[in-house]
């Protein structure tokens, strides 16, 4: 079953580096957001089984994104795995709490990110979109 | 102390306060140019920091469309690398073939009168023919030397994360000089008068993490695991009551 992730950042080299790492290890199938807010529209339109979405960004950041997308609609439960710069325990407690599934402190490895999905999809079952 | 006496005490008083006056306006005097020195610094320096901010800039999109190509080649090796494994394959099963067609036709030889079978087999070409394990052992090295090209090519793409982290270091600095300038354009319009608001916040062009760090450091993951595996074993407990 081909999962479509849907990666969210707003810098060009990060979403190209994370669609490269996740084709690497197997999932072909991406589409790209450049901040939480055309991510979330692009999820109203396109769907998605997979979030993968980074903090710091304009217009809606990464947290208000999961927040939202938590807080009703198809994708409430899907899987989200939250990829950031930002490493001290406060900031991974906030995300929790937001409900990500998972958190990778960037710079991160392909083998990171694949541990870190594979731990996801462990517990999250994935609704097709 | 009679009234006469009081007066003469305050005029002399008053006397030596004007005095005190005229010295201290004389220095105020003074102090303007200096002031207005120390102001035409401050607005000429104020006028150079959104130069220097744009400039910051600037290499933040330089850094971006060089990693951008960096990225292009990285994935043209990809595609090249993919397509000589590809073909390594094919050649490597053509080999594999080959090299059966050798051992029965060894077997077959081997069933030939002495002296043919001596005639064919100590012939170069023979060799040439059913020795493949030479030219096996090369492709099999080369696919490895190929694969481990690939995951460097890998490792430099995921390098190059770098230039994220960067730019987030780079826009922290540049927020700061800004708030700087406008910091100094704010005690240069209160020195004119012109203005008396509080100090105004800079805006954020670009959220950025200021303590954003490109390190192999693997701790900060671990400690983020650490809660991360607290929450699910919080998680589990709450579902079972």
């Known amino acids: ?129 | 102390m009679n009234a006469q006496s009081e007066f003469e005490t305050l005029a002399m008083t008053i006397d030596t306060g004007k005095t005190g006056m005229r010295q201290l306006l004389t220095m105020l005097r003074a102090l303007m140019p200096v002031l207005d020195n120390i102001k035409n610094a401050v607005e000429n320096s104020s006028s150079k920091i959104p130069k220097a901010t744009e400039q910051l800039s600037t290499v933040t999109q330089a850094t971006e469309s060089a990693t951008m190509e960096i990225l292009n080649l990285l994935d043209d090796i990809s595609r090249r690398i993919d397509l000589v494994l590809s073909s390594m394959q094919s050649a490597g099963n053509d080999l594999a073939r080959k090299q059966e067609a050798a051992a029965v036709l060894s077997v077959l030889v081997s069933q030939f009168p002495p002296e043919q079978r001596r005639a064919l087999t100590e012939a170069p070409e023979w060799t040439v023919l059913t020795d493949l394990a030479p030219p096996a052992a090369a492709l099999t090295q080369s696919r490895t030397d190929l694969q481990e090209i690939s995951a460097v090519s890998m490792n430099i793409a995921m390098a190059l994360q770098v230039q994220d982290i960067t730019s987030q270091q780079i826009e922290s600095v540049r927020h700061q000089i800004e708030s700087v300038r406008m910091q100094l354009s704010h005690v240069v319009g209160q020195y004119e008068g012109k203005i008396d608001d509080d100090v105004p916040v800079v805006p954020i062009k670009r959220p950025f993490d200021e303590e954003a760090s490109y390190t192999k450091d693997e701790s900060r993951q671990a400690d983020a695991d650490d809660i991360i595996a607290q929450f699910a074993r919080q998680a589990v407990v709450a579902n079972n009551h």
């Not at chain 1, 190209?16 to 339109?45: C, H, M, P, W």
């Not at chain 1, 996801?120 to 609704?127: A, D, Q, S, T, Y």
């Open chain 1, 1 to 129: 079953m081909a999962i479509k992730f849907l990666v969210v950042d707003d810098s060009l080299t990060m979403r190209r580096i994370v669609t490269n790492a996740l084709k690497s290890i197997g999932y072909d199938t991406v589409i790209e957001a450049g901040d939480g807010k055309e991510a979330f529209t692009k999820l109203q339109a396109e769907g998605a089984d997979f979030l993968i979405s980074d903090w710091n960004m304009p217009e809606m950041n990464g947290l208000e994104l999961v927040k939202l997308v938590r807080s009703a609609g198809a994708h409430m439960e899907m899987p989200i795995l939250m990829v950031t710069t930002r490493g001290n325990k406060a900031d991974v407690l906030e995300a929790m709490q937001a409900r990500v599934n998972n958190y990778i402190i960037k710079p991160f490895t392909p083998q990171a990110l694949k541990e870190k999905i594979d731990q996801i999809l462990k517990v999250v079952p994935v609704e097709k979109a």
